[in-house]
Antibody, heavy 122, light 106 residues
Framework: QVQLVQSGAEVKKPGASVKVSCKAS????????MHWVRQAPGQRLEWMGW????????KYSQKFQDRVTFTRDTSALVVYMELSSLRSEDTAVYYC???????????????WGQGSLVTVSS | SFELTQPPSVSVSPGQTASITCSAD??????VHWYQQKPGQSPVVIIY???KRPSGIPERFSGSNSVHTATLTISGTQPTDEADYYC?????????FGTGTTVTVL
């Protein structure tokens, strides 16, 4: 069965970076991209971007463009999300989500990781 | 900029029908997907491509999308349907989620 297992909670100071991992299993890793979505406490879901696990191409939301990097390790079946220059507003649960193709430029997310809480506090 | 607007909350009695709207300019030209999120859990897709239900999702969940508004309908609402619901759509290669609606089953 498809599973996305993420790394554990992190506490970081403002200005630091955080790297969250998402290990995929139960499907052919390179057949699906991976998206990242975050959710601040009590807030809506927020799309951050995606990585093409086959080509390593990426697309970032304009909001995070300057601070986020997605990478992948095809041998380990893991994708990573690194967010730099952290500030208190980045405190959130970060999810990886597997997209299912809907039509050109349109996807829905059929599997989600369990989420990784990142707390930014001095 | 593209924005998906939902009512903050909807209250419904058990067995009754709950309707959750999601509005944006010309939303009817796009696909809308819906997610259910219970406290402390990851979202689950319950409707995709406006009205389709993934396997395992109860028939009481249905969706529609027209002009500027998409609607998620829960018929015969169960206490287990108490959750947050988010619509989702794409605009110019960017993903957007709605503001979210908390459904309370009284």
């Amino acid at each position: 069965q498809v599973q996305l297992v993420q790394s554990g909670a992190e506490v970081k100071k403002p200005g630091a970076s955080v790297k969250v991992s998402c290990k995929a299993s139960g499907y052919i890793f390179t057949n699906h991209a991976m998206h990242w979505v975050r959710q601040a406490p009590g807030q809506r879901l927020e799309w951050m971007g995606w990585i093409n696990t086959g080509t390593n191409g990426t697309k970032y939301s304009q909001k995070f463009q300057d601070r986020v990097t997605f990478t992948r390790d095809t041998s380990a079946l893991v994708v990573y999300m690194e967010l730099s220059s952290l500030r208190s507003e980045d405190t959130a649960v970060y999810y990886c989500a597997r997209p299912q193709y809907s039509r050109v430029g349109d996807y829905y997310f059929d599997y989600w990781g369990q989420g990784s809480l990142v707390t930014v506090s001095s | 900029s593209f924005e998906l607007t939902q009512p903050p909350s909807v209250s419904v009695s058990p067995g009754q029908t709950a309707s959750i709207t999601c509005s944006a300019d010309k939303l009817g030209n796009k696909f809308v997907h819906w997610y259910q999120q219970k406290p402390g859990q990851s979202p689950v897709v319950i409707i995709y491509q406006d009205y389709k239900r993934p396997s395992g999702i109860p028939e009481r969940f249905s969706g529609s999308n027209s002009v500027h508004t998409a609607t998620l309908t829960i018929s015969g609402t169960q206490p287990t349907d108490e959750a947050d619901y988010y619509c989702q759509a794409w605009d110019s290669g960017t993903g957007f989620f709605g503001t979210g609606t908390t459904v309370t089953v009284l």
